[in-house]
């Protein structure tokens, strides 16, 4: 019986001892991650030419764990009218992705719509004729008051259904 007493204890402790050896190691995000989202996300050509030199060089940043998958304009046209969104999309896809893992997405996200469509003027900035800059920054607007109105799950306010939009 006095072995069975002792049995037990010693392989508790055994098992305790051994167990850190079999533990998986969850690797650390750094510190810095929220300042960077935030560098990465702001209205600002600066910012968004930072956030493209990190899209560039996304094995550079995998400690990070950012997301940067992207369907870039979702539903609609990567390019309309020939207008080339889909990189203004792309950064918009990482701020809202990055931003919703972290649990922060509603206080970022009439911010990341600015970026957005700021972003999307920039590319209008290009085009020299003014009818067509005119039709740039219309589709920019178009685009710029969806994502402001649907760019995220909502409750229907009757049902409380979560729909897609």
């Known amino acids: 019986m006095r072995r069975r ?3 037990l204890p ?3 402790a055994l ?6 050896a079999y533990a998986v190691a ?3 995000v750094p510190a810095d991650k929220p300042q960077l989202l935030s560098a990465w996300t702001q209205p600002s050509a600066a910012s968004y030419n930072t956030w493209w030199a990190a899209r560039q060089n996304q094995a550079a940043w995998s400690s990070y ?3 940067w998958s992207t369907d870039y304009c979702s539903g609609a046209p990567d390019n ?3 207008f080339p969104f889909q990189y203004s999309c792309a950064r918009h896809d990482f701020g809202y992705r990055n931003y919703k893992a972290a649990g922060q997405f509603e206080a970022n996200k009439a911010r990341l719509d600015t970026a957005f469509h700021e972003d ?3 590319v209008c900035a290009r085009y020299a004729g003014d009818a067509v800059r005119v039709s740039c920054h219309t589709m920019a607007w178009t685009y710029y008051q969806g994502v402001s109105a649907f760019g995220t799950p909502a409750k229907d306010a009757v049902s409380g259904v ?3 939009v």
């Open 65 to 67: 764990a950012f997301d």
């Open 5 to 7: 007493r002792l049995a």
């Open 162 to 164: 979560r729909r897609a």
């Open 26 to 28: 969850v690797p650390a």
């Open 10 to 12: 010693l392989a508790s």
């Open 80 to 82: 309309p009218l020939g």
């Open 120 to 122: 999307m003027k920039r």
């Open 15 to 20: 098992l305790a001892l051994a167990s850190p």
